[in-house]
Every structure is written in structure tokens, then in C-alpha cells.
């Protein structure tokens, strides 16, 4: 079995990420047989050669992706699904969708042979953090072995949560229903209502539970490539308000719903990661007071009321009546939150609801081309399961 080691980055100037999880499969027994990087802006030599000369390193410029375009070329692919899939839809220099990045890597990586592909980010750790009777602390853990235990034995896809801070900080105000409701995540809200509590911290549990799942984290996964023979790719959009790009979240929702369509075998493995979820761990999230912090999750909840059209479309729901009534709710919401951390600019996300929903239309036409292009590709491919 051929294994690679994945990861989307804007620029490769440091080794310290990708060396750290190389040590962590040598530490535990574990062979990675090769190292993709899809970049955008900037790759450096020396570090790609430090990388290197422990794992065979390959890199894709997201602007430029020749092997991928010579073997698509090769293996009959048709041109116009060749160009869905390669091109950037977007200005490679600025804010690049998720979905596109993925998809190039997981390409990348069938076309090289490669069986299973673990992806990481450059914001997550192969260590987790734990609640000790001397207090937190940051402990190793056998981040491939725990993917493996379960390929092995029969998952297709294995994933699970991370550990560290939430990507909802801690808060406490009149109208979280309304904005998580608005922002279509209100599963969240029990959890967030409680933040006071476990200041939105998570923690590795003494003893992993693994358990089936559908909801995959991009961040955290292995994937047995010949999956795809049926799941869809990772996709995900953008949308402009004025002269902003916005990158829409959830790239990995859609590959969840096929997962859950299909009956693919998709495991939590109960393995949480850190992840430096706002940059600064250990420091705690502070909506009132951090602009830093305040940004982060503003472009949070832009990337949600992104996502959410195509989503609900995707889900077969009534468009109309979930378009007004999250609208409105949000609209409810993001007063609330502006007036708890003093910043107007949330009220602007309402702004970023409209125009996403408008661009629904673009939405589905694209979504409908890169499926499209993608199972001819797949069609094409030696993919064995």
C-alpha cells in the first residue's frame, strides 16, 4: 500500500510542520512513501530538498500544475474536464477555494499511484492536548497508527475532531440562537451556550471511542483513494462583496454527503489532533477584546453563509423558506454579536448572506461541471480497490 502524506498551503517556507509528522511516523513504525504539497505563492528550494531527502517530495503550483494536466493529457481525459479541474477559478495571487485545492492534491496523488493519502494542515499537530491532574499539556500520539488501526481493518475513510480551541469562541450574549441559526450551525448551540464553562477548549478523552461518522474534517483524514470510484470530490465556491474575495467553508461537506449517500465505511477514529485553531495557542480566544480574534471569526461566518446555499441545495431542502428564515434570524443575531464585541463590521456578514445566495445559480453550474469532470476522470483512472 502506498502511502502519501497531503497538504494545501499558500507558501512552503518552513519544514517545521511536515518534518514534525514525518518524525511522527518514524516514531510509531509507520512508512510514508511520499510527501505532496499543493502551493500557490511561493515554494523554497532548500526546504523542499530538506523534505526530500527524507521522503520523496512532490509539489504541484496551483498556477501551473503540469503533471497533472501531462497525465490527465495521457489517460484520455478530454480537455474541457481537464480545464474544470485544473484551472484556478480564481486569481492564484489572492484567496484560493478549498474544494479546488483538494481536489488537485487528490488527483495529484491518484495519478502517482498512490493508495491511501493522509491530509494535514499546516495548523495541526500529530499531538494532542490533554487535561492532566498537574493541568493541560501537550502530549505525542500515533497520528498514522490511529488512521491505519481502522483502514485496516475495513474503513474507507477515516477522520475525527481535533483538539484545542473551537473555531466558536467563548461568549455569552442575547442572540447566539439567532446567529448560529442564521449561520445554519445551530447543532452548536447547547455547546456554545455552555462556553462559560469549558471555555470552548477541547481536550483529547483518556480513552479513544471510535464511531462511525459522515462529517469529515479535511485537516484530520486518510483517505483510501479508491473510494472515489463512487464518492464525489471535495468542492467548495467563492463570492465577491464589492471588491473582496470570500472563500466559502465546507469543501469537505459535500464528499460527506456522498459518503453518507453511498454507504461508505467513514470512521471517527477518536483522535483529536491539536489544532491552532486562531494561531496563538495556549492563548484563549477573545471576541471582546482581540481584533485578531474578532477577524478570524468574522471570516468564519462569512465562509458559513457561503457554504450554505449550495448546501441546502445539494440536500434537496425548501430554498426559499430556509433563505428567508435564516435570513432574517442572522440578521437578528449579528446585531446582537456587534453590539457584544463593539464591531459594526459583523454587520456586514448580512451583506455576504445576500450575495452568496444570489450566486447560487454560479454555484450549481459549477458544482455540476467538476462533478462531471471528475467522474470522467475517475472513469479514466486505475483506481483498485
Known sequence: MKTALGMIIRSLKSDDVLLTFIDNAEKYG??????????????????????????????????????CAERLRHIGVRDAAARTLLECPVDPGGPIPYGYKRTLLTAEAILRGVDTLFFVD????????????????????????????HLNAGAQVTTGEYSGYNILPPASFEGMDDLLFGLQKEDMLEYWKKSGDHRCLATQPEKREPKPCTKILGGNCAIKLAAFSVLPPFFSSFY??????????????????????????????????LHDTYKNFPT?????????????????????????????????????SARVERRERLDRGLRKLADFTRNPRY????????????????????YERVM??????????????
Open 347 to 366: 454587520l456586514r456578514v448580512l451583506e455576504n448572506f445576500d450575495v452568496s445566495w444570489n450566486s447560487l445559480e454560479r454555484y450549481i453550474g459549477e
Open 240 to 273: 465577491t462583496v464589492g471588491s473582496e474575495l470570500f472563500l466559502n467553508r465546507g469543501e469537505d461537506t459535500v464528499l460527506g454527503l456522498g459518503i453518507a449517500k453511498n454507504g461508505t465505511v467513514c470512521t471517527d477514529i477518536g483522535l483529536n489532533p
Open 284 to 320: 484563549e480566544p477573545d471576541l471582546q477584546g482581540n481584533p485578531a480574534d474578532q477577524e478570524r471569526f468574522y471570516y468564519a461566518c462569512t465562509g458559513w453563509v457561503g457554504r450554505n446555499p449550495l448546501y441546502n441545495y445539494v440536500r434537496g431542502v425548501d430554498m426559499q
Open 30 to 67: 509507520h512508512k510514508i512513501d511520499c510527501v505532496i504539497v499543493a502551493y500557490s505563492l511561493e515554494l523554497d528550494g532548500g526546504v523542499a530538498d530538506k523534505i526530500g531527502k527524507r521522503v520523496p517530495f512532490f509539489s504541484i503550483d496551483i498556477k501551473d500544475p503540469r503533471y
Open 122 to 149: 499546516s495548523d495541526v499537530s500529530p499531538s494532542v492536548l490533554k487535561m492532566t491532574p498537574d493541568g493541560l499539556r501537550t502530549e505525542d500520539a500515533d497520528f498514522f497508527g490511529a488512521h491505519l488501526e
Open 372 to 385: 462531471d469532470s471528475w467522474a470522467q476522470f475517475i472513469g479514466k483512472s486505475d483506481l483498485s480497490c
